[in-house]
């Protein structure tokens, strides 16, 4: 696609279509919107427009369209594998004006909301409904962005991702025509899925400008136990046996010995530097859980657990996920001359322990540096590779090892990525992992986009 650079017409155009304050192509703001949180190069966009509501978002984009301007949707920036940069410069549509909250049906479990919204505020939001919306991935995501990437997270394995809470959508396509599809109903079997086919697809098919989202009751109880073991297959092999037995975890992260270590110089918690579990278990009632609990504990015993340490309190229990989210941040923080890289990618749960040992094995052969750490509970690993900012050897190493990891993922029936989208890290793994039906998803986006104008440069290789 041959794309124009923006014009000193273009920019008054376009800036004509929004109040002063918002639209910008100051250097200060570019540079924000250059990059995500991933490792990947950043690229400037050319201008960035904060639109209000859906007309506007109409007018840009036809205008756009008709003048071939690349265009990017923007949340938080909080995407892990380049997913919002602007490759191919043009104009980043920032969301964070468009955040209201328009309606909450308690009684239909439903609520309406704007791309913008942060998802812990609207949790926030909801706490006095006795509702919430389940996937957490940790960082100050957007629902817009949560909806671009299917989001998941620490929760997924018990409650389902962002695709799971989708009823119904109103979109913008390139054209400026405006799309509404789904209902405010548990399930139906009218037509085909639309909604289903904008989530995940990365804004490269239309612009989310409404969202009716499924909302879920908040837990009457919650159970959580640290479970420690001797090695990370021991660790990998009783996720196996409790997600077999159907336990149901509503969270099941596994944490190599590099994470605790950092988890305790950082959060002082004081855990035994090993592979641990974190697990936690909702229910209807105390008794419930610990009957369950029990269960747990004697699957752990049999795959040679060394401590099982249950019933903490809710300030324990924060604590622990509150370090669990911030991991990210921790490993960056612990390696200041290094540029951190996430690998992301999902198996069956049958392989998970073959994919774990080899997340383990590839940094030790190679002298990278590895934090191995996983929502173990649905077969999703992520493995965080420190490399030094200027040393290629490093960069080399790391890319093998991604190479290994992805590829061994997919040769096991799992995914290039469980969580993180595609964005510009994973495009090299879609023909091997969907064959000829890639093909057929270049159709869908060049029938939605002709021009090819949203995203470019995302998921197709």
Known sequence: MNFNTLTATHISDLKAMVSEDRFSTGESVLKLHAKDQSHHRGCRPEAVIWPQDTAEVVAILKYANANQLPVVGWGSGSSLE????????????????????????????????????????????????????????GARATVGGMIANNASGTRTVYYGSTKDY??????????????????RV??????????????????????????????????????AAVVTFPSIEAASKAVSNIVRYGLNPAALELLDASCIELFNKEKALGLEISPTLFIEFHGPSMAYLSEIMGMTEEICKETGSLAFNPGLGREARNRLFEARHELGEMITRAHPDCRIQVLDA???????????????????????????????????????????KDEKGDWDLIDQIGQRLVSK?????????????????????????????????????????????????????
Not at 166 to 183: C, D
Not at 201 to 212: H, Q
Not at 350 to 368: C, F, H, R, V
């Open 346 to 388: 999902a198996v069956p749960m049958s392989t998970y322990p073959e994919i774990i040992a080899l997340a383990k094995q590839a940094p030790e052969e190679t002298g990278i540096k590895g934090y191995a750490f996983s929502h173990a509970g649905d077969g999703n690993l992520h493995l965080c590779l420190a490399g030094r």
């Open 166 to 183: 989708v009823l119904k959508l109103k979109i913008v396509l390139a054209s400026g025509e405006i799309l509404e599809m789904g209902r």
């Open 409 to 461: 993922a997919i040769s096991l029936g799992g995914t290039a990525t469980g969580e993180h989208g595609v964005g510009i890290g994973k495009r090299k793994y879609m023909l091997d992992e969907h064959g000829n039906s890639l093909a057929w998803m270049k159709r869908i986006k060049a029938l939605f986009d002709p021009h090819g104008i949203l995203n470019p440069g995302k998921i197709f290789p």
């Open 186 to 223: 548990a399930k139906t079997s009218s037509g085909y899925d639309m909604p289903h086919l904008f989530v995940g697809s990365e804004g490269t098919l239309g612009i989310v400008v409404e969202a009716t989202l499924r909302l879920a009751g908040l837990p009457e109880e919650f159970s």
């Open 82 to 137: 380049g997913n919002p940069i602007p490759v191919q410069k043009g104009l980043v549509l920032d969301f964070t004006q468009m955040n209201r909250i328009l309606d909450v049906r308690e009684e239909d479990f439903q609520v309406d909301v704007e791309p913008g919204v942060v998802y812990q505020d609207l949790n926030e939001h909801l706490k006095n409904t006795g509702l919430f919306f389940p996937p957490d991935p």
